[in-house]
Structures are given as structure tokens and as C-alpha cells.
């Protein structure tokens, strides 16, 4: 039977308590396993049912234990009662309040992190990590199937974390649709087991391996390096083609769209071979503990305390020493020795738990961190910080602090309340406390700050030397972390300047009216800025700026007079500006380099950008090489309160000229007027000019492989060779031949290459005569003009060792060389074979370096598909054509390729042209091997 008031079987106030308390013990009881997916259980009617009361009676008792602080009510519909301390420690926080006005409210109190989307899981994810995470989002974004990605980073740095919340991101973006499926492969597994790799890479029979299970999803790889060679082949294999075949399967061939990431912990050029490593577009470097900054560790320690009170469902605290020891602890291992420390401390607290609570004291910490604390008697082991009510200080709330007294000190001045003068130096002081929190409170380290920091250093030389001025390197540290924290439009600082725009553009225009020679100077740094680093120096910044300017520099002086050189041309501006600083010794002309076919109102759109920010000129000499320039004024309606003066045909001698008219302070028409009667031109003829000696290097795959040719001469010599060693396309010194315009700027000594482009009287020598050493004595020829004895025997052993066969194969081609080797060899032996034709061992090599390339260009798809008289070459040779197709089929299956006939001939042609000279007993191929 039910209690209801006034008759209930009990008797007296202890009845009255025993029932409360039955309540409030029930509701302790159903809150212990705190989920938000049964709910029900949590109202007043059901809690009345399973207690067998009445429900105004329960709700009495409830809404008693509310008040006590004993209990939470959600006055939501229905409403809900939840023990407090159960929940409080389930999801470990600390409620400030009792009743909530709706069930959300409630929820994101009690939800710390759940509503949290893929990379904003992250502690970090707007600090150390953001460069990280913008190159993930990039991989996942980049259609149709992201790009392969590989994370490089120490042990424990949260690589395979990283790679999840990849996964994750896709879906939230839906570039990966919400069935696709993720599968993470430790690699270490199977280094000792390649088959088994094979059979769960890509299936076995008609059986789904990674590939198809993850199509349309994502494979991680974990410790990629622990792969074996021929396992990481297989994954190459797939990357080149996107296809696949089962092992045991047959010839029937797969697709995937699986987007591929890899993860490892040594340095990619080791942890992969070359051209694996070349397939992998993304390399995400991810920071060690030790490179995060202060906030970051903090927030992951709270997190990870926060997360082990949950699972052991108790209340955790640790003394204020032992949680700074595991702060400042250089954890070798990173994040996972921290959770690894974290856990063995809450292990040893759990034994001495006290009422569901518990607390890490110093002497629960690991020994090798005990042996490494400091004596300090200021941080008492006594005092414990409650993980539940705890609030992370956020430096850069501290940092805003010191923003919003800067925007005080502009109120005490527009109020009256102070001067100009007291402004400034109230603005200074602020500004140094916030730099001073940058230096040492916030540790902003990256690759991309480093980057900013490099061109900042720049800017600031330059703009120093311009006018004479001192801008620390300590500024240019500081401006690099207030740019990178410009940029993230999350960042709290990012979110107070919106707010504040206004009056911190007031203040700025305040500081640019009183303070013009600094503020020319910050108009052109926040100018070189946009230029070269595309970031726009937002307003909060150019007043930081600008205070630094005056700060660092009592008496600036900036001339009256400004020059810009513009010119045609690459560099053509620049090269004259540079040269013309320097002899002056200070740096007077800026220039602009503009393109030849640019239309005359983009130029002066470009220059009027470029002279606005010579705020503090009254003059600006305008030096024009020709043409249109000449008549630009006419385009610039837009400039105000400046003369500009215009002088034709610049050179370095006009502009010097023109300089030290400026360094003088001599008027402008006084400067044109001297600079024009001082510069007439002058002419003199000299005949016979000495050509530099070279060397050209071609190859039938374009000027990479020329390149790579050229490396591995270069490489093997240690002494300075006075010759020019220039990579040139084959099949324009083919077209061209010795009119080429190369023949007339070099000397050219020899051409060294795979095919002979016949340029008459220039060496020609093959690269398969360098490997077989049949071409030895020519080179030794040509180098012995330039090398002393020992520095030719160096430079000979060198090549013995650089050009072997393995060596030049695996510099030229992207593949793997010794499988592609391997092909090519059985391709070669078969094809001698079938036509009974007996080789020369450079004509073999010459086949094997040309074969090798040929296989490359069918797999990146750039083969030769023109052949002069083509169809008479079918119908001429068909046997060969067949003979070749049969030889290289294990090529084409291998690689997936057909051989087009086109590069048959060129094989043909070959072999003929180096044969004929050189026969071994019979011709070389006989027209339609008639004799068969």
C-alpha cells in the first residue's frame, strides 16, 4: 500500500526521516552509473512507483533534498532529481547551483568534453597543434580520396589519436560517408611476416582485406617503419595505381578509395624507401610533450586526473606539489608516460581512498620523478586541488587583462584624465607585461612561427636599415606568436579584438596622429608583412608595433623625399635598388618589379598602395624604365598631399645620381634636373668574348633525369670544377641541334645522356659506357683539363662506386630498383633468346638504364607515343613488336601497363643504331628475320 500525507503506516517524526531517507538513499543508488539514456528513472513518478509512495510524497522529499543541497532538479519536462555528489563525480565537476532551468543547461554542465567534435578533442588544437591539425584537415579534404599522410613524431606523441580524430573529421565534413569503416594495422606485427601482411592488406582469394573493408574510409598504419620492404611495396604498389589484386585471386583486379595514413617515429627518409617516401605528399611533424606550451599540459593533466576519477567513480585531489612535479616532469616517453604516470599514481591513492575520494600526494609519485624534485618549502604537500572544482587559469585571460588596461589608459585620455604623455608610457608598461607573459608564461613553439620569426627578422633589417632605426630580434620573436595568434579565429584573443575593434581603432588612430614618423615606419613593416607572409596586420598588432618603434627609437629621422624604382622585367627593379643602396650606404629606393604585359592601371593601383605608406613625404621620385610607366601619373587619381616626380631610363648610375640628391635633402626638381644633365649614355664595341666551358646532361625522361645525372657526376667530385654542368632537354637539342642557343652562350666540352642527340663535333657519351667504364678514358679526357692528378684518381673512384648500374637506376626513377631491376633483366634475357640476337654488354646496360626509364613513363603516363613512320614500322617489323610484347608481359602485369608500339621502336632503334658498328657474328635484326 502506498504512504500518502497524513496516512502513513509509520508513526512520528522518525517515520517522517526513515522515508526521506529511503528517497534520498534510492536516488544516491540510481545515480551512480550516471547516464543521460535512461532518464525516466529520474523523475518524481517513478521514483514514487519503485519506492511504493505516493507521488506528491516523493516529490515533497525531493524537492526537501534540493534545498539541502543534497540533491539537483532540472525543471524541465518532466522534471528530473539526480543525487549531486554521485553525478559530480561521475562527471567530474562541481556544481554551483542546485536547480536548473532546462535540461541542456544541465547537460553541458555535466557534459564536460562530450559535446566536443573531432579535432577540437585535441588539447592544443589551437596552440601547438594547429599546424598539425590544418595539414590533417587538408589530407582528409583533398577529393576524391584525401591524400596519404604520414605523422612523424616521437613515442607517445598521439599520433594514432591524431589519425582517429582524422577519421572522425571526415565524417563530421562528410567527405567519408557514415558507414565507411576505420582499421588501425600495427605494422609491428608483421615484420617478421609479409605473407600474412599481403593476405590482410588485400584478401585472400575471394575474401575483403583492408583495402575493400576500409574503401571509402581510412587505414592507419601504425610504426610504418617496422614494415618490411617487400610489405611496404605491396602499400606503394596500390598508392601508384589505386588498384589491386587478391592474393590467390587471379587476374581480376579491385579498386579502393581508402584514404591512407601512416605513422612513425624516425625520420621519414629512413622510416621508408625513396620512393614510397615521394608518394606520401603530407608529413605531419607532431610535437613532443615538451614542445607544448604550459596551458596545454595543464589542460591535459586536469583532463587525464579527471578522467580516471570517472572510471574508478571517485572524487580525485592532488597536492598542489606533486600536480606542479608532474607539470614540469620532462616525460621521455610524452603523453603516454604521463597517462602511464597518472594511472600508477591514482593506483597508490586508491588504497588509502577515503568517502569516494582521493589524493595524489608527492610520495605516490614514481620513484625517477621523486629523485628529481627540488627542495621547496612554498609548495606544501598539505594543499590539494580538487580535479572536480577545478579551474584552469588561462594565461591568455591574463593576457587580455593587460589589453583591456591599455583601452583604459585610452579612456582615462579621451575622459581627460591624463595626457597624451601619461598614455603612452601607461600603454608601454602594459605592453611590456603582456610581452613578458609571451616570453615566459606562454612557450608558442612551431614550425610555423619559426618560419614567421625568419621573414619578420627580415622585414625588421630592412626596415631598419631604411631608416636608420634598431628593431630587436626580440620584436621579431614576439610579432611572429601575436601574428600566429592573430590567425586562429577561435583563440580567445581573437575573439576579444572582434569585440573590441572599434575602440582599439580609435586608440591606434590616436597614437598614428601624434606619434606620424612611427607610424610610417609600422605602415610599411605591417606593408612588407602582407607581402610576404599574406597576413594582414590586424589593428591590435600595429599598435604593439608602433609602441615598439618609439619605445626602441627616441629620434627617428625620416626623409622628406622617398624614391621607388619601377621597372619590366623578373628582377629588373630590385637588382637596381639593391645595387644603389648599397653604394649609397642606406637604403633610399624601394622597388616594384612588374610584369611586361601588366595593364598600366594595375601598375598604378600597386604603386598607390605602395606610396601611402610614405605618410610622412611631401615628395616621391618615381624612377621608369620605358613605355607607358613614363604616363602613369595619369592612372593614379587617388594620392593626396604628395608631388611625385618621374625620370625615364633608370640605370645604377641614375639612381645613385638620384640618392645621394635625397640623402642631401636637396629639393626634387633640383635632384631631376642634375640627375639628367650627369647620365648621358655612352657606347664601346669589344669582339671575341671567351664562352665558359660545359658540360649538357639530357635524358629521354625529361630534365629530372638529367638532373639526377648531373648529381651523381657532381657528387663525385670533391674539388671545385671550373665548368658549368647544365641538365638540358633531349628532344630540343634533337630539334635544334647545334643552333641551339646553349651552343652559343658554352663551350660545350661533351653531352652526356641515354640517347646521342648527333649534335655535330660535340662528345657524345652514354650513360651505359660511363657505367661499363667504356667511357672512362673520354671523361678522363675532358676532367684531367681541370682536376690535378690526385684530384682525378678521387674523382675515378668516385665514379666506380656512383655509377653502378643499382646506383643509376635508383637516382633516375622513382620505383623501386631492384624489383624494377630484377623485371627488366628476365625481360631482356627472354628478348636475346627469342631472336637469337647476342648482345654487347654496354648495348645490354644501355638497355637496362632505357628499359628502366621506358617502365616509368608507361607508369606515371607519359609515354613517347610519337614515332616517325610509325605504321611503317609495323608493317615492317611485326615479328619484334610480337617479340616484345611477349618478353615484357611480366612487366605489364606487374605494373599494370601495356607497352605502346611507338616505345617499341625506340627499343628497336636501339638496339639497330648500336649494334650496326659493333656486329658479334650476324646484323642486328634482320628485316623481318626473313630467314625464318
Known amino acids: 500500500m502506498k504512504h500518502v500525507p497524513g496516512k502513513s503506516p509509520r508513526t512520528g517524526e522518525m517515520s517522517m526521516l526513515s522515508t526521506k531517507e529511503e528517497v534520498y538513499g534510492y536516488l544516491e543508488k540510481i545515480s551512480r552509473n550516471f547516464s543521460t539514456k535512461e532518464l525516466k528513472q529520474f523523475t518524481a513518478n517513478d521514483i514514487s512507483e519503485n519506492l511504493n509512495i505516493s507521488r506528491n510524497l516523493a516529490s515533497q522529499y525531493l524537492n526537501e533534498l534540493v534545498k539541502e543541497t543534497r540533491a539537483i532538479k532540472v525543471n524541465s519536462r518532466p522534471v528530473y532529481f539526480f543525487h549531486k555528489r554521485n553525478v559530480e563525480r561521475s562527471a567530474q565537476v562541481t556544481f554551483d547551483t542546485c536547480i536548473f532551468s532546462g535540461l541542456d543547461e544541465f547537460l553541458i554542465k555535466s557534459r564536460s568534453g562530450e559535446s566536443k567534435r573531432d579535432f577540437q578533442k585535441a588539447v592544443g588544437h589551437y596552440l601547438s597543434l594547429s599546424p598539425c591539425i590544418e595539414q590533417c584537415k587538408a589530407a582528409v579534404q583533398y577529393p576524391p580520396n584525401g591524400l596519404p599522410t604520414l605523422l612523424y613524431g616521437a613515442n607517445g606523441t598521439g599520433k594514432s589519436f591524431l589519425s582517429g580524430l582524422m577519421f572522425e573529421y571526415g565524417k563530421n565534413e562528410k567527405v567519408i560517408k557514415a558507414d565507411r569503416h576505420y582499421i588501425a594495422v600495427d605494422c609491428a606485427e608483421y615484420a617478421q611476416n609479409t605473407e600474412g601482411f599481403a593476405r590482410n592488406l588485400l584478401g585472400e582469394g575471394d575474401g575483403k582485406g583492408w583495402l575493400s573493408r576500409a574503401d571509402g574510409g581510412m587505414i592507419f598504419f601504425d610504426e610504418i617503419d617496422r614494415l618490411p620492404a617487400a610489405g611496404q611495396e605491396l602499400i606503394f604498389s596500390y598508392l601508384v595505381s589505386g588498384q589491386y589484386r587478391t592474393v590467390g585471386g587471379g587476374d581480376e583486379i579491385y579498386e579502393s578509395g581508402a584514404r591512407l595514413v601512416f605513422a612513425t617515429s624516425r625520420p621519414p627518409g629512413e622510416a621508408l624507401f625513396k620512393a614510397f617516401a615521394r608518394r606520401i605528399p603530407i608529413v605531419i611533424q607532431v610535437p613532443s610533450l615538451n614542445e607544448r606550451t604550459i596551458d596545454e599540459k595543464e589542460e591535459m593533466l586536469v583532463a587525464f586526473l579527471r578522467r580516471e576519477g570517472q572510471r574508478m567513480g571517485v572524487d580525485v585531489s592532488i597536492s598542489k606539489r606533486a600536480f606542479h612535479c608532474m607539470l614540469e616532469y620532462p616525460f621521455e616517453n610524452n603523453i603516454d608516460e604521463l597517462l602511464f604516470c597518472i594511472t600508477s599514481c591514482c593506483a597508490g591513492a586508491y588504497l588509502e581512498r577515503d568517502a569516494g575520494q582521493i589524493a595524489i600526494r608527492t610520495y605516490h609519485l614514481p620513484d625517477y620523478m621523486m629523485s628529481s624534485l627540488r627542495f621547496g618549502a612554498e609548495e606544501e604537500d598539505d594543499r590539494l586541488i580538487r580535479m572536480s572544482s577545478y579551474n584552469r587559469d588561462n594565461s591568455f585571460e591574463q593576457a587580455i587583462q593587460y589589453f583591456q588596461m591599455i583601452l583604459d589608459e585610452y579612456q582615462d585620455f579621451k575622459s581627460g584624465d591624463q595626457g597624451f604623455e601619461g598614455m603612452l608610457k601607461g600603454c608601454q608598461q602594459h605592453l611590456k607585461n603582456y610581452y613578458d607573459y609571451l616570453i615566459y608564461g606562454q612557450k608558442l613553439v612551431n614550425n610555423k612561427i619559426a618560419s614567421y620569426e625568419q621573414m619578420i627578422n627580415q622585414i625588421f633589417e630592412t626596415v631598419g636599415e631604411t631608416y636608420g632605426i634598431n628593431l630587436s630580434k626580440k620584436y621579431s620573436y614576439l610579432l611572429a606568436r601575436c601574428l600566429y595568434i592573430q590567425l586562429r579565429a577561435d583563440h580567445i584573443v581573437s575573439k576579444w579584438v572582434k569585440t573590441n575593434g572599434d575602440e582599439i581603432g580609435a586608440l591606434f588612430g590616436v597614437m598614428k596622429q601624434e606619434l606620424a614618423k612611427e607610424a610610417a615606419i609600422t605602415a610599411q613593416i605591417a606593408g612588407l608583412v602582407k607581402q610576404n607572409l599574406d597576413v594582414e596586420v590586424n589593428s591590435l598588432n600595429q599598435l ?292 637469337g640476337q647476342k648482345l654487347e654488354g654496354r648495348i645490354i646496360i644501355g638497355l637496362y638504364v632505357h628499359l628502366c626509364c621506358l617502365v616509368e613513363r608507361l607508369v606515371t603516363k607519359t609515354s613517347i607515343e610519337n614515332y616517325q613512320d610509325l605504321e611503317g614500322f609495323q608493317k615492317k617489323h611485326g615479328d619484334f613488336i610480337g617479340w616484345v610484347q611477349e618478353c615484357f608481359q611480366d612487366i605489364s602485369n606487374h605494373y599494370k601497363v601495356d607497352l605502346p608500339v611507338s616505345e617499341i621502336a625506340y627499343i628497336y632503334d636501339y638496339i639497330h643504331l648500336n649494334s650496326k658498328n659493333k656486329m658479334t657474328g650476324r646484323p642486328a635484326f634482320d628485316q623481318d628475320r626473313e630467314d625464318e
Request: charged residues 25%; negative net charge.
Open 544 to 835: 604593439f608595433l608602433l609602441l615598439n618603434v618609439k619605445s626602441q627609437n627616441e629620434h627617428i629621422t625620416v626623409a622628406s623625399t622617398a624614391g621607388v624604382i619601377l621597372s619590366h622585367g623578373y628582377s629588373t627593379a630590385t637588382s637596381i635598388a639593391d645595387a644603389a643602396n648599397q653604394i649609397i650606404g642606406k637604403k633610399v629606393f624601394e622597388a616594384i618589379d612588374m610584369p611586361l604585359d601588366v595593364q598600366s592601371r594595375d601598375i598604378a593601383g600597386i604603386l598607390e598602395k605602395h606610396i601611402e605608406r610614405y605618410i610622412t613625404c611631401r615628395d616621391i621620385v618615381l624612377m621608369v624604365d620605358m613605355g607607358s610607366l613614363e604616363q602613369i601619373h595619369q592612372e593614379m587619381r587617388n594620392l593626396a598631399n604628395v608631388n611625385i616626380g618621374i625620370i625615364n631610363n633608370i640605370s645604377t648610375a641614375l639612381a645613385v645620381d638620384i640618392g645621394l640628391g635625397i640623402c642631401g635633402n636637396m629639393d626634387m626638381e633640383e635632384i631631376l634636373k642634375r640627375a639628367s644633365e650627369n647620365n648621358i649614355c655612352t657606347y664601346r664595341i669589344i669582339n671575341n668574348v671567351r664562352k665558359e666551358d660545359a658540360i649538357i646532361f639530357s635524358g629521354e625522361n625529361g630534365i629530372d633525369t638529367a638532373e639526377k645525372i648531373k648529381e651523381l657526376i657532381l657528387q663525385s667530385s670533391d674539388a671545385c670544377i671550373p665548368l658549368r654542368f647544365i641538365a638540358y632537354d633531349y628532344y630540343r637539342l634533337v630539334k635544334n641541334g647545334s643552333r641551339d642557343e646553349i651552343f652559343a652562350r658554352y663551350r660545350v666540352k661533351c653531352i652526356i645522356g641515354l640517347f646521342n642527340p648527333e649534335i655535330e663535333g660535340v662528345p657524345f657519351i652514354a650513360l651505359e659506357d660511363i657505367i661499363s667504364m667504356d667511357g672512362a678514358e673520354q671523361l678522363k679526357r675532358i676532367f684531367s683539363a681541370y682536376l690535378d692528378e690526385k684530384q682525378l684518381e678521387v674523382f675515378n673512384q668516385n665514379m666506380l662506386k656512383n655509377f653502378t648500374l643499382q646506383n643509376v637506376v635508383e637516382s633516375i626513377t622513382i620505383l623501386n630498383p631492384a624489383k624494377l631491376l630484377d623485371e627488366v633483366e628476365h625481360s631482356v634475357t627472354r628478348l636475346s633468346r627469342i631472336t
